[in-house]
């Protein structure tokens, strides 16, 4: 009977409504809980949970929210007032860091911040009992930078900074210094770079030590507010503090050098990237480039490309498409085609588009045995082209009266996986009429009547009767082709 009232009691007064942002497993709880609700929340708990008579531990707590309560459509929502309820249960019974850690996720994972600040408040009023003694249990921590990170991450600010405080008083020394990363970025995302900078002072002031992160979310926030000179000068003072500059950081200066249309100290900076041996990224070359693409200067970027490639310093998965394009628009096709060729012989293997990209251009520009050349070794490299692009390349083979050499062609790309069309072939048959070449005409008709190719007979006597008429003199008895 001590149970039964115990458990009564806490769940009277349910919450009148769901949280803001409902999981999916919310949803069917109504806005307004059913009085009868509770009667069947008591019958449900005595039946999963109390049936045993054995003593409620932290461990079948557990259980219990995780395989029970937890997939309920309708009692899901009451998992805080069950956890609230547990202590009431037996004066012995008290939560320890796994149904903290559990109950926290719970609430921060639905949104539900006011009960999280409740949990919180009642975590510093007991504390976890699984360490005795005058050090806190280990756990804590952990469990707070998720809290905290979730808090954070829904721009919820002030509930960040109350976990940060209670759970100061929680642990053994100092928060890490990625507790304070998450908050100073989290003031950053919610546009607060004052604020952000004022938790940076708090952090020097409790004597954690700030790590590259620290700087790069700093130096980042101080580029998208205008302040660029500081934050050049914390980027300055990164290493007289101890803390060696990373990629990120370059990244970042590079990119507000341009954004201050400072070209030069912008290319300067990659240098002195290239010299502290920090090493490239992909988003270093797109930055470089796409800067240089906004002034204009896209035979500069283009030089850049090469230079950095000569020197083994390009990423291998750079894409260098968006320089090709720009260089095919400038009508500068030829530069184009060297840069590929160049940074195709150092291992910079083009993507698809850059290639299909190149090849329009020169195609546009007459130049179509520099198209035949790249469309050869993009296919001995297995680069294969979209059928569209090869026929192209096919019908201008063709059209130079090298039909022989667009056939090799369609054999080569047949090995590498493309498999030509009907399109591919009829360009090849009128190709050979032209030509004159009868007998390699009429084998590639008896291989277009195997794929299907040929949907009828007047189709198959059009070709036959072109290539009959040309000024081979190779003869072929007339076949009779059933319908």
């Known amino acids: 009977m001590k149970k039964m009232k115990n458990l009564v009691k806490p769940l009277q007064n349910p919450p009148s409504k769901c949280p803001q942002t409902p999981t999916p497993s919310l949803s069917l709880f109504p806005s307004t809980p059913q009085p009868h609700h509770q009667n069947q929340l008591f019958s449900f708990l005595k039946t999963h949970l109390l049936a045993d008579h054995q003593p409620l531990t932290p461990q079948t707590l557990l259980r219990f929210l995780?395989?029970?309560?937890?997939?309920?459509?309708?009692?899901?929502?009451?998992?805080?007032?069950?956890?609230?309820?547990?202590?009431?249960?037996?004066?012995?019974?008290?939560h320890d860091h796994s149904t903290y850690l559990w109950m926290a996720h719970s609430l921060a994972s639905s949104h539900r911040f006011s009960p999280l600040r409740s949990l919180l408040t009642f975590m510093?009023?007991?504390?976890?009992?699984?360490?005795?003694?005058?050090?806190?249990?280990?756990?804590?921590?952990?469990?707070?930078?998720?809290?905290?990170?979730?808090?954070?991450?829904?721009?919820k600010l002030d509930g960040a900074v109350f976990a940060f405080e209670t759970m100061k008083r929680l642990i053994d020394g100092m928060p890490g210094v990625v507790v304070y990363n998450v908050l100073i970025n989290g003031y950053l995302k919610s546009g607060d770079f004052?604020?952000?900078?004022?938790?940076?002072?708090?952090?020097?002031?409790?004597?954690?030590?700030?790590?590259?992160?620290?700087?790069?979310?700093?130096?980042?926030?101080?580029?998208?507010?205008?302040?660029?000179?500081?934050?050049?000068?914390?980027?300055?003072?990164?290493?007289?503090?101890?803390?060696?500059?990373?990629?990120?950081?370059?990244?970042t200066l590079i990119q507000g050098f341009f954004r201050e249309r400072k070209v030069d100290e912008a290319i300067e900076m990659a240098n002195e990237m290239i010299r502290s041996a920090c090493g490239f990224s992909t988003a270093t070359c797109e930055i470089l480039v796409n800067g240089l693409f906004k002034e204009g200067r896209v035979l500069e970027a283009s030089d850049l490309v090469i230079d950095f490639s000569s020197r083994g310093l390009l990423p291998k998965g750079f894409d260098y498409?968006?320089?090709?394009?720009?260089?095919?628009?400038?009508?500068?096709?030829?530069?184009?085609?060297?840069?590929?060729?160049?940074?195709?012989?150092?291992?910079?293997?083009?993507?698809?588009?850059?290639?299909?990209?190149?090849?329009?251009?020169?195609?546009?520009?007459?130049?179509?045995?520099?198209?035949?050349?790249?469309?050869?070794?993009?296919?001995?490299?297995?680069?294969?082209?979209?059928?569209?692009?090869?026929?192209?390349?096919?019908?201008?083979?063709?059209?130079?009266?090298?039909?022989?050499?667009?056939?090799?062609?369609?054999?080569?790309?047949?090995?590498?996986?493309?498999?030509?069309?009907?399109?591919?072939?009829?360009?090849?048959?009128?190709?050979?009429?032209?030509?004159?070449?009868?007998?390699?005409?009429?084998?590639?008709?008896?291989?277009?009547?195997?794929?299907?190719?040929?949907?009828?007979?007047?189709?198959?006597?059009?070709?036959?009767?072109?290539?009959?008429?040309?000024?081979?003199?190779?003869?072929?008895?007339?076949?009779?082709?059933?319908?």
């Open 194 to 251: 004052d604020g952000a900078l004022r938790f940076y002072e708090r952090m020097e002031a409790d004597r954690v030590k700030p790590d590259v992160c620290t700087f790069n979310t700093l130096i980042s926030g101080y580029c998208r507010n205008g302040e660029f000179e500081s934050g050049l000068k914390l980027f300055r003072e990164m290493e007289e503090k101890g803390c060696r500059p990373n990629v990120v950081s370059f990244n």
């Open 321 to 483: 498409c968006g320089l090709v394009e720009k260089l095919c628009g400038r009508a500068d096709v030829g530069r184009a085609f060297r840069v590929v060729n160049e940074l195709w012989m150092k291992g910079n293997v083009p993507s698809l588009i850059a290639c299909i990209t190149l090849i329009e251009g020169l195609r546009r520009s007459q130049r179509r045995d520099d198209a035949f050349e790249l469309m050869e070794k993009m296919l001995k490299d297995g680069i294969v082209p979209d059928i569209v692009t090869f026929n192209c390349l096919m019908r201008d083979l063709c059209d130079l009266g090298r039909t022989t050499d667009a056939d090799k062609f369609r054999l080569l790309a047949s090995t590498k996986g493309l498999e030509p069309d009907e399109m591919t072939y009829n360009i090849l048959v009128y190709g050979y009429i032209r030509d004159g070449r009868r007998k390699e005409g009429e084998n590639l008709v008896d291989e277009m009547l195997d794929k299907g190719f040929i949907p009828d007979i007047a189709t198959y006597n059009r070709l036959m009767d072109g290539l009959s008429n040309s000024t081979s003199s190779t003869s072929k008895k007339v076949r009779v082709v059933h319908k």
């Open 66 to 94: 995780k395989t029970k309560l937890r997939h309920h459509p309708i009692f899901t929502h009451y998992d805080f007032q069950v956890f609230s309820w547990a202590p009431t249960v037996d004066d012995s019974f008290r």
């Open 124 to 155: 510093a009023a007991n504390p976890c009992p699984c360490s005795p003694g005058i050090f806190s249990c280990p756990h804590m921590e952990p469990l707070f930078f998720s809290v905290i990170d979730a808090l954070c991450r829904s721009r």
